[in-house]
């Protein structure tokens, strides 16, 4: 037992120095200067945070999600904080074709794109599987085929400026637990289809970066709302502005996955460590 303690904080330890120097900040806000950026999900919890943050750096920015006037706030304040430009284009991803209409709009006013950012997510309670596969189909088309979608229609420009893919995905897609099935569903998708497309860009000598974030619980207003409908133990929450630039570092330097907090990345490492207790972890936590 002992021996085995001592092989695990060694693992540890190591993983750690690993990690420090696999994250040290190459961070320059100078590459954000003019950059072109679409940003979905803007409207409101970690994309706002993330609008903020671009046009502090001084990007050129198209912002979309559904709700205009939403849209309309975040504009302003991009603007005060020094955004150069700041465009918005109201669009539900529940409809295939609104992705093609909103890319349209990006060339239209950005003339090319560096960075696209696919962050936002259709609302689903955290609750079971009611067997409403319906349900699950709209959460697909908008968790995840429309990050496709997106990806498809900008890819051509993409490559041209050696741009970058910037996909936000979560622990649930990378780790199952109970309350999350079509949430988590459309999360290991991402991860499938752009860790696959990473390889065939590099492959093809493609200069385009795709950077998959793994974040924990952020305290957005929609995901305190979702814990707070189920009793559950305490919770930390991660504060949003800090998770937004986070993603944007990842970004700006072509990380190929980022974790945050960073602890969550120890947790998808071991997951498949004792899968008997982590299974009985999770249903007595989950309970
Ligand atoms: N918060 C967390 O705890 C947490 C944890 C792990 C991962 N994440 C990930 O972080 C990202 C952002 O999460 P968040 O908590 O900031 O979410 P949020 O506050 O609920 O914001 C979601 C955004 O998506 C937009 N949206 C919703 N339905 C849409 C639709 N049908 N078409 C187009 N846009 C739509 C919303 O705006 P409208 O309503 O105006 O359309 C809003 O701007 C998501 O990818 C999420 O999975 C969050
Ligand atoms: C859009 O956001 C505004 C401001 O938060 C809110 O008052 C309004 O109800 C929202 N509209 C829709 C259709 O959700
Ligand atoms: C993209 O990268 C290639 C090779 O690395 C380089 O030749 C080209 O000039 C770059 N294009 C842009 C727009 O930066």
Redesign the pocket.
């Known amino acids: 037992m002992a021996g085995f303690a001592k092989s695990f904080i060694l693992i540890l330890t190591v993983s750690a120095g690993f990690l420090a120097v696999l994250w040290r900040d190459t961070f320059d806000s100078e590459l954000l200067s003019g950059a072109h950026v679409l940003l979905?999900?803007?409207?409101?919890?970690?994309?706002?945070q993330m609008a903020y943050h671009y046009a502090k750096f001084g990007a050129e920015l198209v912002i979309?999600?559904?709700?205009e006037t939403?849209?309309k706030q975040v504009k302003e304040k991009c603007l005060e904080l020094g955004a150069k430009k700041v465009y918005l284009v109201p669009?539900?991803?529940?409809i295939p074709k609104n992705a093609e209409m909103v890319m349209q709009f990006t060339l239209d006013k950005l003339g090319s794109l560096d960075y696209l950012v696919l962050?936002?997510?259709?609302?689903d309670p955290f609750q079971m599987w009611t067997g409403d596969a319906e349900l699950t189909s709209w959460l697909m088309q908008?968790?995840f085929l429309?990050y496709v979608q997106l990806t498809a229609a900008a890819l051509p420009t993409l490559i041209k400026s050696n741009g970058s893919i910037i996909v936000?995905?979560?622990?649930?897609g990378k780790v199952a637990i109970p309350y999350a099935a079509s949430?988590s569903a459309s999360?290991f998708a991402l991860n499938g289809f752009f860790s696959s497309l990473r390889h065939e860009l590099a492959m093809q000598g493609r200069d385009v970066s795709v950077t998959l974030c793994i974040?924990?619980?952020?305290?957005?207003?929609?995901?305190q709302e979702k814990i707070k409908a189920r009793n559950m133990p305490p919770m930390i929450?991660y504060p949003?502005p800090e998770t937004a630039l986070a993603i944007i570092k990842g970004g700006a330097t072509r990380a190929q996955e980022i974790y945050y907090p960073w602890w969550v990345a120890i947790i998808v490492g071991v997951q498949d460590w004792f899968p008997a207790m982590r299974d009985k972890m999770i249903h007595s936590y989950f309970q």
């Open positions: 979905t999900g803007a409207s409101q919890g970690i994309g706002e979309t999600a559904r709700n939403r849209l669009a539900d991803m529940a962050n936002h997510i259709g609302y908008v968790n429309s936000v995905s979560s622990l649930c949430y999360k974040l924990g619980l952020i305290d957005t207003q929609s995901s929450f949003a």
